[in-house]
């Protein structure tokens, strides 16, 4: 991943249901992936411990989430991407992932973020939404000081008044300036967060407008969170895609990256 590299898909759903869905998803995003010759990771969370209300679904928690993200990967040979919320969650989730994610309300907590450093894996810094691109600087060289070059940045909106989440594209160069590559996180940027009362909302419509922009601006790779029913899905639901949309949108990504 990086300048000059083919573009790079993060995708999957918001959160592990159960097995079976997750894997349908995982098989299906690698199969186009492959047929368009793209960079995968699939991502899963074990746990969404952000959630609006105390009666949102959080997934199967460490141990069973992790055993499904393995056996996935065994199965299905992707590479593999999902939430770190504790200390004590880093060592565990490394024997299983590929990519370890600090989530966007913790990316300044100090000791976490050293913590995912220190597995020596890749570590993917979700921008907090009430970050300036240039205070992330700060946040890739806590991974670096522990000798762990391998970050890169998610962008992913930033707060815009209450309930509501903006996308300002110079964002992308500036942080790329720090060297690290910038994933642009197309779903969550058209969340409504805590929109819908109990849970938040989303404009999953305006993704993939989205999306062709971050490309169009330089981003390194694209994250996507997809459901094969959006409007059951058990978290995230309304600014996730559905599965008939992703290929159609990643031939236009490819095209934009190519123009570049």
Avoid at 23 to 51: G, M, P, Q
Avoid at 203 to 223: I, K, S, T, W, Y
Wanted: charged letters at 25%; one cysteine or more.
């Amino acid at each position: 991943m990086g300048r000059g590299c083919p573009l790079t898909v993060i995708a999957g759903p918001c959160v592990i249901e159960d097995f079976d869905t997750t894997f349908e998803i995982a098989e299906y995003l690698r199969s186009v992936t492959a047929e368009l010759d793209i960079s995968f990771v699939f991502k899963a969370s074990y746990d969404k411990a952000n959630r609006t209300s105390i009666r949102s679904f959080r997934g199967p928690g460490m141990a069973e989430g992790l055993r499904i993200l393995n056996r996935i990967k065994t199965e299905l040979g992707v590479k593999l991407l999902s939430d770190v919320h504790q200390i004590s969650e880093a060592a565990p989730a490394a024997e299983v992932l590929d990519i370890l994610q600090v989530p966007a309300f913790l990316c300044r907590q100090t000791d976490l973020v050293v913590a995912i450093a220190k597995t020596e894996k890749a570590v993917n810094i979700k921008k907090g939404q009430f970050l300036a691109p240039w205070d992330v600087a700060n946040i890739v060289d806590k991974v670096v000081s522990v000798g762990n070059p391998r970050v890169f940045i998610t962008e992913r909106g930033s707060m815009f008044g209450y309930n509501n989440l903006v996308v300002d594209f110079r964002a992308i160069p500036i942080m790329q300036e720090d060297g690290a590559p910038v994933v642009f996180d197309a779903t969550h940027s058209v969340q409504l967060p805590g929109g819908a009362g109990g849970a938040s909302g989303g404009q999953r419509e305006m993704a993939p407008v989205l999306a062709r922009a971050a490309v169009a601006a330089g981003a390194d790779g694209v994250f996507l969170e997809v459901h094969k029913d959006p409007d059951r899905a058990l978290c995230d639901g309304p600014n996730s895609l559905p599965l008939d949309r992703v290929k159609p949108l990643l031939k236009q990504l490819i095209a934009i990256r190519k123009a570049l």
